[in-house]
Nanobody, 116 residues
């Protein structure tokens, strides 16, 4: 059974940085077609933040380009999202996402709050 376990969220000051982690359990990491993060602020639609495909193709939302870096560590079955120069508008619940063929999986979500 596939499980996505997120960590790294929390409270950070504007201009600060944090790194989100998402570990994929119960699956061979190489079998994941694409993986990344979506975010959802209260009362708003869930939106793409960043993804990386099995072949290494990376996509970023315009709002985080230049401030965020997605990467992966196959030895740990983990994908990371390093977020820098954080803004209050980045405040949201961040959900890890993975797709294996035609099946999608979601992590439990981790809260990111950017506030002074």
């Amino acid at each position: 059974q596939v499980q996505l376990v997120e960590s790294g969220g929390g409270l950070v000051q504007p201009g600060g940085s944090l790194t989100l982690s998402c570990a994929a359990l119960g699956i061979i990491f190489a079998a994941i077609d694409d993986m990344g993060w979506y975010c959802q602020a209260p009362g708003k639609q869930r939106e793409l933040v960043a993804t990386i495909t099995r072949s290494g193709t990376i996509t970023y939302a315009d709002s985080v380009k230049g401030r965020s870096t997605i990467s992966r560590d196959s030895a740990k079955n983990t994908v990371y999202l390093q977020m820098n120069s954080l803004k209050p508008e980045d405040t949201a619940v961040y959900y890890c996402y993975a797709r294996i063929k035609y099946i999608g999986y979601w992590g439990q979500g981790t809260q990111v709050t950017v506030s002074s």
